[in-house]
């Protein structure tokens, strides 16, 4: 297989290479950070050394925050944009500590300095117009920060709160004109200067070519509208999407879309949602649960409908594969990605379908055809878990090990339920499956 040859060659998954490359980076960064603000001399007190030096941390982390979420086809692909944005979440916190700790130590470094009460050098650095633009940038982080704590994001309908998210790039841009008027380390010599600013460029770049040039290239490129749209069960449907030139689109099963249909719900509504197929070239499959408006209204979309895609996106693929025989669980709607990896596996495979009953099994048949096409072997596991005498309960290991006895020889794919992933995961751990095998999508972004 492809991607054992690569991991063969290289030595190491495309996970662990896409981390060592993030991690060189920005450890590499941080030494020529560290470099500069050495050779840049003391600030006008040791108070406002240090702030100084926060300062040049809370920009770096800045920079890294953009990285994170600039949907970078090649870091998306290895560590996912799960696992992106969880980065995303913590830099986050780290961000608003950073910036909190500068900005503490500007007011109390002049207020030494001038020996003023710290509210008036509060009041008085907040005329300094370079000052303010970086006080408003650092209220808005702040207020971003206690926006997603776990207590007030669960609060929050998920389009308010990436309303407010929006605000942030009115901070770096804040932040920017602040590092311009007020930076002395990176501008203690034509070098730094230089330095500061291409890589700056570099960020910016990476951010406006993932979240802005590239789906709007792909978008006028493919031109996606609806070609059908079909009822799976009383709650599920599938959506089909057509559009030009589809091969050229290097999407992979597994992967998902943040799928727009501008006509029928507005630009602002954007959901994921992951091919329930794998692409063919000619036509990529959603397949939705009624869960809230927008996937309970696509049963009503028009054929023809004019759709805007973002993606594919995802490291749930078959590029992590390092042995050939897989184990693919999913659980409910989390069928989808599953069903479109059967479709492209190749190796002995297996399917273990978790449902509450035969009835919500969606795709059912689909999955018994491709089964019988590829030789793999299908089990549909129905029934309320604890029902039963002994209690239903398919996941626990010794269940799993009953049904896949060579289980710690495959890659398991899980993408299901929260609690149903979680129970699958700690049977794994378990069961000694070696964690580079282990693949999970949970269908929630931090
Ligand atoms: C990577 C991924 C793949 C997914 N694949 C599928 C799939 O194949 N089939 C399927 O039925 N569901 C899938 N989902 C879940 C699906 O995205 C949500 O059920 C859907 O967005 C709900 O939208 P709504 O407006 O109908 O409901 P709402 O009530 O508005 O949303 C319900 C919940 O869905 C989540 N959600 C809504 N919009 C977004 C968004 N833009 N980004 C992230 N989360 C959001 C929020 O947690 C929200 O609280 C996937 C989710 C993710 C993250």
Redesign the pocket.
Known sequence: MAVRSQSARTGLSPAVAAQVVLGAGFLAHLVVVEVLFAGAGAGKNSVLTVAKFFALHAASIMMLQLVLVARLPWLDRRIG??RLTVWHRWTGFTLAWTVLTHATLVVLGYAVLYSMPVTATFLSLAGVIASLLGMCAAAIILAMAVASLRYARRRM???TW?ALHIGLYLAVLLALIHQGLEGTTFASSPAARAYWWTVWTLVLLAFLTGRIVLPIWRNAHHRFRVAAVEPESDDVVSVYVTGRHLHRLDARAGQ?F?WRFPTHNGWW??????L?AAPDGRTLR???????????GLRRLPVGAPAFLEGPY?AFTALHRTREATLLIAGG?GI??IRAMLEESTGPAVVLYRVHSMDDAVLLRELQWLAGERGAQLHVLAGRTGSGNPPFAPFEPANLRGLVPDIADRDVYVCGPPAMTDAVLRSLRELGVPRGQVHA?R???A
């Open positions: 944009m799960d309908r998920y389009e990436h998902f943040i509504q954007a959901n994921p949602f992951s329930s959603l397949t939705a649960k009624a869960v809230g408006t927008t996937s309970a995802g709607v989808t990605p999508e269908f929630s972004l």
